[in-house]
């Protein structure tokens, strides 16, 4: 909210909106607006950083899980995971975070399965939505 919406002079007393000049009411006006489009543009930003937000954290709660390189695994080796990867290309929303279809790799598998490429960070997937799945 600015400043100016308190309804408070620089000494803190109320001044009431009754005594602006008109030319004061419209750059306080126009301070609000401005305020006010400032915030609707910040609320609508952080969308692309919510979709990555939940993708760290979803990697972070995979990785408590599932502490060890799999492709190491695989090859009788015992490394620590640091990082999640597809193991099919996530082409829908639902292929992205179904978790079967992730693995927990250390770095170097990391970069070497994924060739470097970067990941596209779907949607999540709502809590209220409606999937039908099969076990």
Known sequence: MPACCTGRNHA???MGYAGMAKKNRAAHWQEHEQSADKAEKA???PLKDDKAKAW???CADY???NRYCY???KRGYTSPADQVA???QPISQVKFWNIDNWQALCEPCFQRIT???PLT???PIPKDAKLYTVK
């Open 121 to 123: 960070v779907q949607e």
């Open 86 to 88: 597809h193991i099919d």
């Open 115 to 117: 060739e470097g490429k």
């Open 43 to 45: 609320r609508a930003k």
């Open 71 to 73: 492709d190491c695994t």
């Open 56 to 58: 760290r954290k979803a």
């Open 12 to 14: 803190g007393f109320f």
């Open 63 to 65: 990785l408590l899980a």
